[in-house]
Each structure stands twice: as C-alpha cells, then as structure tokens.
C-alpha cells in the first residue's frame, strides 16, 4: 500500500462510468469461451474457420516486408479508399470519389461507433430493426441516446411501415439499418427500403446501414443498398467490412461510404478513436477488392457459401432442427420450443455442455430478451469437415432432450 508523506492512505474509486456499468462480456465472447471450455463444435459466433484467400494473405505478407508499417493516412489508404470507391461505384452506379466520400476505419464496429458519436446528443432517439447486432444499442448508450425498436417477426421477418412511421418523434435523429440482416439472414426488400427511405426523407432523418453481407445472398435475393434511392445518398452512410468480404475477421478493415458532411462527422471521431487503421491489412484489402473483381473470387465465395448453407441445413433437418429460410448472410435460424426448454440462453448452454455444438442465444439482440421468439443462431462459415461433425453430434438431440 502506498502510504503519502502525511501517513494518509489514498483511495482509489472502484465504480466505472455509469454509462457502461450495464454493460457485460458480448455473446459472443461468453459463448465461445463456453464452447472452448467444453471441446464443442463453435457454430456460435460468427467468424470462418478457413483460411481466408491466398491472394489476399500474400498481399499482407508481401505489405509487411515492403515496410508498410508506419500510421496510414488518417480516412485510409488512398490505394484501398480507391479501391472501395471502385467496387461501390461499380455495384450501385454512384459517382464516388474516394478522397471525399469514403473513410476507412477499424472494423465495421468502430465505423457504426464513430457515426454514432458523432450524430447522437444526450437524448437523441434511434430508431433500429430488433433483433440487432449487440454493438448498436452499446454505441447508443455510450453516446446517452435512446434507442427504438421496430420489432421483426419470423418466420418471414417482416415488419409494419406504421410501426416505423410511430417510432418517429421529435427527438429522433437517425435509422439505423442493417441488410443482409444479423441474425436472421432476412434481406430488405426494394418497396421495405422504399418505406425506409420515405420514412427518413419525410422527418429529415439520417440513415445508418450496415451492409457487411452485402456478397452474401442467396436464392436471386438482390441487395440493394438503400444510399441509391431516391433523395437518399446525402443523408445515408453505408457501412462494410472486409472482414466479411474476404473472410478475415481478425484483420478488422471496415469501411463507411458517405457524402462529405457524414464523413466530416465520422472523421471527426475516427481521428480520436484509432487515429488510423493497421497499414500493412489496409494493403493486402486494396490488394483483394482490385484483384477481386477480375479473379472470380465473389463468385466463389457465393457458391462456397451456398454449398455450407446447405450442409448445415441438411444436418439440422436431419437432427429435427430444422431451421428457417435465409436469403442471405451466414446465418441459420432454427426454433426450439419443441426441445422443451425455456429460453435460448438454457438451450444454447445445454447443446455445449451436452451435445457438443455451439450456437449463440438470440435473444441478446432484443431490448427485452424475454420477448425473442424461441429461435437459435448457427453460423455455417465454416469448414465442410466442422459442419460434418457438428451434423454428428446433433443427430441424437431430439431423443437427448426428450430423456432429459
Ligand atoms: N455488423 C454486423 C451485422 C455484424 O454481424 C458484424 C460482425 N460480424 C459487424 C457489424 C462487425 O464487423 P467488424 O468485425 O468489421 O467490426
Ligand atoms: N458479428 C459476429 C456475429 O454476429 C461476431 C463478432 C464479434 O464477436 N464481435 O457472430
């Protein structure tokens, strides 16, 4: 113990921020320590266990030998922001210029935090699509706003434009929006965006979308990025991640495309949050998304996920899981109420400790986790040997959890 020269004993205040004391470990972590801990096969959280491309790989090698190694530009590699500008340009037709319209920041995570901060004062109502990705309602909280929910309900997980309509206040700021859609692999339809974007324009709200499966859809689903509608782009910023696009997770690039007032916003914190992203990835991503287009890799990709989709599928209607249709990201919706349990949170701990296969609890994706429909998440970005053993061991649960 430090004692000061007047033999007084100093205290240290133990309470964090009351803006974070709600907060605790995600899902994700907590599940997959679980899963770690039992030798379970993770289906939980969403990351690939595959390598990731080789021509991509390679270019970050080849970034860190050439010395890229020192802070990158602040709003990104000129190279990779060019890049972005390209792809976008190239699948929504809209003039980008890189330098203007588009930042680069670490993960999609950091871009929907910075925008967030950015946008919302204390008291600032956000209207959101539930069930959410668990970062949003983080970001808000952090940035004292609120936030509002328009629920969507399976199986189609449609939802209500007059629901939308009276979440709108006086206090509401922004819509945040997230096509393909985590977790429930819905993609929002044209006339959905349509009454989204109305919606924005008619109370001069901003849209935030967060479109990191945008390669992923399956079935003839279109993504549509809602920044193309009419009257939409100056007050839309459009968010990715190349960690989804490439299947590197661990390298958190993300990126946000918007117009110059949206990227003065997002800079504004970006430059305080990281400063700048890792360099040497940033090289190897520009590497991938000027390569990509060429090589045929977004066409692999689309196949090889499709062909997972589909294993998985077939292991979970063999097991009697059946899960529900998807159009798009690497997500599987399967309910449960026929195995006897009460929530997600008992069912997903049983399949670890038990059944020896991961999934996450949807439920930390609503505002009230006792309303989620009774439903569990399995990721299928995975090797077709790991689907394989995860089919082996959920092919008893039904009787496993009959016998319980
Ligand atoms: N948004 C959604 C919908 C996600 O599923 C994820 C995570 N996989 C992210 C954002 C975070 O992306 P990143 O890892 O690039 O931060
Ligand atoms: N987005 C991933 C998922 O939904 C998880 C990412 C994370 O753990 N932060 O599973």
């Given at each position: ?62 970034a860190i030998d050439a010395g890229h190694n020192q802070y990158a ?205 890792a360099t040497p ?124």
């Open positions: 113990m430090i004692e000061r020269p007047s033999g007084e004993v100093p205290t240290v205040r133990h309470d964090i921020a009351q803006r974070i004391q709600a907060f605790t470990p995600t899902v994700f972590a907590e599940m997959s320590a679980l899963s770690a801990q039992h030798g379970a096969v993770n289906l939980g959280q969403g990351f690939p266990d595959f390598a990731g491309p080789a021509f991509v790989r390679e270019a970050a090698n080849r530009h602040p709003a990104g590699l000129p190279r990779l922001r060019s890049a972005i500008a390209a792809a976008f340009s190239s699948r929504t037709g809209l003039d980008i210029d890189f330098d203007l319209h588009v930042t680069v920041t670490s993960g999609a995570t950091e871009a929907i935090f910075d925008t967030i901060m950015a946008l919302v004062d204390p008291g600032d109502e956000i209207i959101c699509f539930e069930p959410f990705y668990d970062s949003y309602p983080a970001s808000v909280t952090m940035a004292g706003g609120t936030m509002r929910v328009v629920r969507l309900e399976p199986p189609g997980w449609t939802f209500r434009i007059d629901s939308l309509r009276a979440a709108v206040t006086e206090r509401t700021r922004l819509i945040l929006l997230n096509t393909p859609h985590n977790p429930t692999g819905k993609v929002f339809a044209k006339d959905e965006l349509e009454g989204v974007a109305e919606t924005a324009r008619e109370h001069d709200l901003i849209v935030i979308t967060d479109e990191v499966y945008d390669r992923i859809t399956f079935d003839g689903a279109r993504h549509i990025s809602i920044a193309t509608l009419p009257g939409m782009w100056e007050r839309t910023l459009t968010i990715n991640s190349t960690g989804k696009t490439f299947s590197l997770t661990g390298w958190k690039i993300g990126y946000a495309i918007g117009p110059e007032w949206l990227q003065h916003a997002l800079r504004s914190v970006h430059q305080f949050v990281t400063f700048a992203t990835f940033q090289h190897a991503m520009a590497d991938g998304l000027e390569q990509a287009s060429e090589n045929g890799y977004y066409e692999t990709l689309l196949q090889e996920y499709d062909a997972r989709r589909t294993v998985l599928a077939t292991h979970l209607d063999a097991a009697g899981l059946p899960a529900l249709p998807v159009q798009g990201s690497y997500f599987l919706m399967t309910p449960f109420d026929h195995l006897g349990f009460e929530t997600d949170v008992a069912v997903c701990r049983w399949l670890i400790e038990d059944i020896g296969v991961t999934p996450i609890p949807p439920s930390a994706f609503y505002i009230d986790p006792t309303t989620a429909p009774k439903l569990i998440r399995f990721c299928f970005a995975k090797e077709r040997a790991t689907l394989d053993e995860a089919g082996r061991r959920l092919a008893g649960t039904l009787s496993r959890a009959q016998g319980r």
